[in-house]
């Protein structure tokens, strides 16, 4: 069956988006915090339930779920998106804009939000299982759809893969995922090789001596210390990482003291930095150590920092051969298909669930900016960095053609693989 054949498959299928829609709406309206996803679980679990075809697993390292279509002999496909929200309070206006608080890890009463695009995961996947099950009769093989937990702690897939996920599923030949992302909705990119950064965070505690604001002589001064780190730290990327390579150190917390005129014990910092080379990130992290322990003893701390890794992102690499596979059947399917995206220091999880067992992998990305938005900032009638990307308490991918360009994308992969 020839390659263009995928785009009348999918055509064939004549599944309706618009219960879909409403779906997705849904998840928009009731995110959930990471290791806290049940609602969000059990839902997509009755929905693979009420499609009938589909052996469904859950509770696999966490909330984790994962659906199985046997069809017949023939390779085995892994689809994976991801469940959980973050503790942002959305700012999008939309009428199906999420209120939602909930209790983090530790206890705090935060406002949670869909602000990176896992309902959207959610509920192309969904769709795409009812649209493969639909066409059974024009591939062969074995589907696997996978929901993961705790993406954006970086510890769903790992937690899956060692709670025993492949002792309960086929193991898939393949494992395949995707990103809605700040691009033109409609538009779809990947690239062969590393597409995502590898990302590290840690907290780092600065130790001083408190006191009395008004003698500072008696006290060693953790904010005056912490503010030398930070802005050493600054140079590291700028005067000790190759220009030719990719790296970025962000200090993304500073937290010290609790009242003007009292000089605290403490500081912590938090820093989050991503490369896409082992040797860069073993430079990043001993330049880290070195400033740190240097500061704190220039400041006379009384006692060594302590360093905390808070999460640890691998990075993300496609198989250049399955990735230049997936690559001409997106081309032949989507108008706006881009084999060369730009490599991104974004990070994910998804290719633990590949590199965990020697199986190749590919990821690509979906735009979810709406067009005319988008063609007024290639115009400059906007300015570009005025349009929210992921993260952002504005982020709001339009519905369509986003989602439509997501189940398509899921479809036309496993299908690249599982066709007769």
């Given amino acids: ?34 290791l806290q996803e049940k609602a969000t679980s059990e839902r997509i679990a009755s929905h693979l339930c009420q499609l009938g075809s589909y052996e469904v697993q859950t509770n696999i390292g966490g909330y984790g779920l994962v659906g199985t279509l046997k069809n017949g002999p023939g390779k085995a496909i892994l689809l994976r998106a991801d469940m959980d929200a973050l503790p942002v309070k959305e700012l999008t206006g939309l009428p199906y804009a999420s209120s939602v608080t909930m209790a983090d890890a530790d206890g705090n009463e935060k406002p949670v939000m869909h602000a990176c695009g896992h309902d959207m995961h959610i509920t192309c996947l969904l769709a795409a299982a009812e649209v493969l099950a639909r066409t059974r009769n024009a591939w062969s093989g074995t589907l696997i759809v996978l929901f993961q937990p705790n993406e954006e ?29 700040r691009m033109r909705a409609g538009s779809v990119g990947s690239r062969p090789g590393t597409i995502m950064a590898a990302a590290d965070s840690l907290k780092i505690t600065l130790y001083g001596r408190g006191g009395h604001g008004s003698q500072p002589h008696q006290t060693v001064d953790p904010v005056l210390l912490a503010a030398h780190v930070v802005v050493r730290l600054q140079g590291i990327v700028s005067r000790e990482v190759d220009a030719n390579d990719l ?28 490369t896409v080379k082992l040797e860069t990130r073993e430079k990043i992290l001993a330049a880290i150590r070195r400033i740190v322990e240097a500061e704190c003893v220039a400041s006379g701390s009384p006692k060594p920092p302590l360093f905390t890794p808070t999460r640890r992102f691998p990075p993300t690499d496609n198989d250049k051969h399955v990735a230049s596979q997936l690559a001409a059947s997106f081309a032949d399917h989507f108008e706006d298909f881009d084999g060369d995206t730009p490599r991104t220091n974004v990070s994910e999880d998804f290719s633990t669930l590949g590199t965990s067992q020697g199986l190749p992998c590919s990821f690509w990305f979906i735009g979810g900016i709406d067009p005319g938005l988008w063609d007024k900032g290639q115009k400059n009638e906007i300015p570009m960095e005025e349009i929210p990307g992921n993260h952002s308490a504005l982020f709001a991918p339009v519905i369509q053609p986003t989602m439509k360009t997501g189940v398509d994308a899921l479809c036309i992969a496993a299908l690249t693989f599982l066709k007769k």
């Fill in 1 to 34: 069956m020839a390659k263009q054949r995928l785009s009348d498959i999918l055509a064939a299928a004549d599944v309706d988006l618009n219960p879909y829609e409403a779906l997705y709406k849904h998840f928009h309206t009731h995110p959930e915090l990471s």
């Fill in 153 to 181: 702690r970086g510890g769903g897939a790992q937690a899956m893969v060692d709670d025993g996920l492949y002792s309960k599923i086929p193991m898939p030949d393949y494992v395949f995922g995707q990103h809605v992302m």
């Fill in 247 to 274: 790296a970025v150190v962000t200090v993304g917390s500073l937290q010290a003291g609790q009242t003007e005129n009292i000089i605290a014990d403490r500081a912590e910092i938090g820093i989050d930095f991503r």
